[in-house]
């Protein structure tokens, strides 16, 4: 598809505002790429409920809310365009003499020689009977959000790996008691998390298994649970709410068929995170890697920048 070029069009868009997103905004404004980043609306950047991050070089600990501000207004201050705004498509078209894309929104349609896609992920939700009825009533996938609602009262963790075992421990500051509930008999959680954990008196585990139902009235009041090595010691516990964290799903849905994906939904990138597609580039928890945490997600977002400039540049005959 061809159109005129249009009056304003963008050296770069950026689908995603959590570190990845808002990192390579920062180094592609900084570059003087006019660079536009849809941090989208139904979408939380998982660093904004994040309690505390302790392993952010140079930064001993912070709020995740806090540090992802700190990267807004550092992309904002060298010209890139922040919106609210969220991309429902992106398509490729020719823009006068430029092969680039057009990116549909909610509120508006933008046009781009190159995108970088930084949608992250969203929390794997249990899929059991009553997850969905009493979310918000019981039913939550941010301790830092909820766990003040649950001073003195007994809840549960689903999960076992990192953020889990953090936000379990994080939990005691309210609750009395803090049931993990995990698959298998050890967990995958780093060693130090794990160490805090069995240390913490007010946190029990439940080895071996797996929520079957989510139980209550107008509020939740149980879990009914099932043991993956002994059926006999299937039973309920008791709890005033159950938090949630067995893995992340990647935000891709609006992208099938444009980029290539794994069986898992996550973008496939290359090192210098290149997509099946030359001009879309992808970085951050939504492509297909071995470790997600803040840093390694801004160094995909410099990267992705970086690629991104050297792109448009040749694109425009700039190249050095």
């Known amino acids: 598809m ?12 950026i689908i995603g505002g959590g570190p990845a997103g808002l990192t390579a905004g920062l180094y592609a404004s900084r570059a003087g790429m006019k660079t536009v980043i849809l941090e989208g609306k139904s979408t939380v950047s998982q660093i ?30 060298f010209g890139a365009y922040a919106s609210t705004d969220e991309a429902r498509s ?31 992920a969203k929390w794997r939700a249990l899929g059991v009977p009553g ?10 996938y941010c301790a830092t959000c909820d766990g003040p609602f649950y001073k003195k009262r007994k809840v549960a963790v689903v999960g076992g790996g990192d953020t889990a075992i953090q936000e379990a421990v994080f939990l005691t500051k309210f609750a009395d008691k803090v049931t993990v509930i995990h698959r298998r008999d050890k967990l995958r959680a780093a060693k130090i998390l794990q160490k805090r954990a069995f240390a913490n008196d007010k946190i029990e585990f439940e080895w071996n298994s797996v929520v079957q139902e989510v139980e209550g009235q107008d509020f939740v009041t149980s879990l009914r649970l099932k043991n993956l090595k002994n059926l006999e010691q299937d039973r309920k516990i008791s709890v005033d709410g159950v938090f949630v964290f ?7 849905d609006f992208i099938k068929g444009v980029v290539n994906l794994d069986i898992g939904g996550y973008i496939i990138a290359d090192a210098l995170m290149r997509t099946s597609e030359p001009g879309i580039f992808a970085c951050g928890d939504c492509i297909a890697k071995p ?30």
């Open 90 to 120: 992106v398509e490729k078209i020719l823009l006068g003499e430029y092969e680039g894309w057009k990116i549909t929104t909610e509120d508006t349609i933008l046009y781009s020689l190159s995108v970088i896609i930084a949608t992250g």
């Open 131 to 140: 997850e969905e009825q009493f979310l918000g009533r019981g039913v939550s």
């Open 291 to 320: 470790l997600r945490q803040v840093i390694t997600a801004c160094g995909d977002g410099a990267t992705a920048a970086h690629e991104a400039q050297l792109y448009v540049d040749e694109l425009k005959g700039q190249a050095y």
């Open 48 to 77: 904004t409920v994040t309690d505390s991050i302790e392993n952010y070089p140079g930064i001993p600990e912070v709020s995740g809310f806090e540090l992802h501000d700190r990267f807004r207004t550092q992309a904002v201050s």
């Open 2 to 13: 061809a159109v005129n070029m249009p009056e304003n069009v963008q050296d770069l868009v």
């Open 246 to 252: 067995i893995g992340l799903d990647p935000i891709t």
